[in-house]
């Protein structure tokens, strides 16, 4: 069968997600699981947003507004930005291939980082595009190679800031510096899905940056929000070049619940602060915790924790999986003695550790 399939698609390796709280009850038999795989909010959604989303079911008859346009107006007010710097999409994920499909040409390639956000690589793979991927310096970007990376065929650069999965990040200093003096050709993307969980004072705001046409911000509404199950997120780019982007995306890309959903988490700051707060406590705990048990961690400022557990990793997710706590085990990412961690709640985080403490000493089975 594989002649049918086009040549690129077979190089392509597909996204594993982290494991569902139902696809492990049901394999494992067990009645009592917690996820901390997929950096999603340990409150569940924004009450606000559930509230529009239920508001809003019956009319779901209606295809959604194909332009968003309530949203971008929200939007553009909270970020002091015209709706017309807004592109909307299904997800960042789906945002970083009309990204791709918009701006990088047959022949033209994209930087990113290694280890990174495995769907830079993987969109770029399905859409036959060429990768370059710098490694990382002590678990963080490293821009100034990136930069001896860039050759005449770049055309786009994929920055997490935050990184996922380590939680590191590029400073204000360290991201002006590499702007300056990048190609004209070169369109930087900053995608900064962890933005809200922040917790220093040199992480770079770019609200006013993009306006130069080099920047793409891409935000999402999939973690600090609450709302990954509804698929929704957003690029910040110049008016000009977002246009462009307009006319790749699928008119209905954003449905008619995500949409009303957003909107209302937006205005749920009391949320947004409760949700910051809980994740800095449970990293506060978490840290605490793996010093004890001498396991060394990346230092993060996002709402998960890459763990050097100093044995194989997917085999301490397998043994943490039977004792109903799901976590992610990084082969796919190429670290194999890692474990990455979402900060849960209280109670989660808890839970957590006590089965770490278990397994670590050697008790393999609840
Ligand atoms: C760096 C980064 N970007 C984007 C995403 C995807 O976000 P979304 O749910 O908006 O597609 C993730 C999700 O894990 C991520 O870690």
Same mark, same amino acid.
């Given at each position: 069968?594989?002649?049918?399939?086009?040549?690129?698609?077979?190089?392509?390796?597909?996204?594993?997600?982290?494991?569902?709280?139902?696809?492990?009850?049901?394999?494992?038999?067990?009645?009592?699981?917690?996820?901390?795989? %997929?950096? /999603? *909010?340990?409150?569940?959604?924004?009450?606000? =947003?559930?509230?529009?989303?239920?508001?809003?079911?019956?009319?779901?008859?209606?295809?959604?507004? %194909?332009?968003?346009?309530?949203?971008?107006?929200?939007?553009?007010?909270?970020?002091? #930005?015209?709706?017309?710097?807004? $592109?909307?999409?299904?997800?960042?994920?789906?945002? #970083?291939?009309?990204?791709?499909?918009?701006?990088? /040409?047959?022949? @033209?390639?994209?930087?990113?980082?290694?280890?990174?956000?495995?769907?830079? @690589?993987?969109?770029?793979?399905?859409?036959?595009? +060429? $990768?370059?991927?710098?490694?990382?310096?002590?678990? +963080?970007?490293? !821009?100034?190679?990136?930069?001896?990376?860039?050759?005449?065929?770049?055309? !786009?650069?994929?920055? =997490?800031?935050?990184?996922?999965?380590?939680?590191?990040?590029?400073?204000?200093?360290?991201?002006?510096? &590499?702007?300056?003096?990048?190609?004209?050709?070169?369109?930087?993307?900053?995608?900064?899905?962890?933005? =809200?969980? #922040?917790?220093?004072?040199?992480?770079?705001?770019?609200?006013?940056? &993009?306006?130069?046409?080099?920047?793409?911000?891409?935000?999402?509404? %999939?973690?600090?929000?609450?709302?990954?199950?509804?698929?929704?997120?957003?690029?910040?780019?110049?008016?000009?070049?977002?246009?462009?982007?307009?006319?790749?995306?699928?008119?209905?890309?954003?449905?008619?619940? =995500?949409?009303?959903?957003?909107?209302?988490?937006?205005?749920?700051?009391? &949320?947004?602060?409760?949700?910051?707060?809980?994740?800095?406590?449970?990293?506060?705990?978490?840290?605490?915790?793996?010093?004890?048990?001498? !396991?060394?961690? $990346?230092?993060?400022?996002?709402?998960?924790?890459?763990?050097?557990?100093?044995?194989?990793?997917?085999?301490?997710?397998?043994?943490?999986?039977?004792?109903? $706590?799901?976590?992610?085990?990084?082969?796919?990412?190429?670290?194999?003695?890692? #474990?990455?961690?979402?900060?849960?709640?209280? +109670?989660? *985080?808890?839970?957590?550790?006590?089965?770490?403490?278990?397994?670590?000493?050697?008790?393999?089975?609840?």
């Amino acid at each position: 069968m594989k002649e049918l399939v086009r040549k690129n698609i077979l190089k392509v390796n597909a996204y594993i997600a982290g494991k569902p709280i139902e696809e492990t009850k049901r394999q494992l038999g067990l009645k009592d699981v917690i996820k901390l795989a %997929s950096n /999603e *909010n340990p409150l569940g959604p924004s009450p606000k =947003a559930v509230a529009a989303i239920r508001k809003t079911a019956s009319g779901v008859n209606r295809y959604p507004d %194909s332009q968003g346009f309530y949203l971008k107006k929200k939007l553009a007010k909270a970020l002091e #930005i015209k709706p017309e710097n807004i $592109v909307l999409g299904n997800g960042s994920d789906e945002l #970083i291939d009309i990204i791709i499909k918009t701006f990088v /040409e047959d022949d @033209e390639n994209i930087v990113t980082a290694d280890t990174t956000f495995l769907e830079y @690589e993987i969109i770029a793979g399905v859409n036959n595009r +060429k $990768v370059t991927k710098v490694p990382l310096r002590y678990f +963080k970007y490293d !821009l100034e190679s990136i930069k001896k990376n860039i050759d005449k065929q770049t055309k !786009l650069i994929f920055i =997490a800031n935050p990184n996922n999965p380590t939680g590191t990040y590029v400073t204000k200093f360290e991201l002006d510096d &590499f702007l300056r003096g990048l190609p004209d050709h070169c369109l930087v993307v900053l995608d900064e899905a962890y933005d =809200a969980f #922040i917790d220093v004072n040199d992480f770079p705001n770019m609200f006013n940056g &993009f306006k130069n046409k080099k920047i793409i911000l891409l935000k999402t509404f %999939s973690k600090s929000y609450g709302l990954a199950g509804l698929r929704i997120g957003y690029a910040v780019l110049n008016e000009e070049l977002a246009g462009y982007m307009e006319r790749v995306r699928q008119p209905f890309n954003t449905n008619l619940l =995500a949409q009303a959903g957003a909107m209302a988490a937006i205005e749920d700051r009391e &949320f947004l602060r409760k949700t910051r707060r809980i994740v800095l406590e449970g990293k506060d705990y978490l840290y605490g915790n793996l010093k004890k048990l001498g !396991l060394a961690y $990346v230092p993060s400022v996002a709402n998960f924790i890459l763990i050097d557990v100093g044995q194989d990793g997917v085999e301490l997710f397998n043994k943490m999986l039977r004792f109903g $706590v799901i976590v992610r085990e990084m082969k796919q990412y190429g670290l194999k003695n890692f #474990i990455r961690v979402t900060i849960g709640t209280k +109670k989660e *985080n808890e839970r957590f550790v006590k089965v770490l403490k278990k397994i670590l000493r050697g008790k393999e089975r609840p």
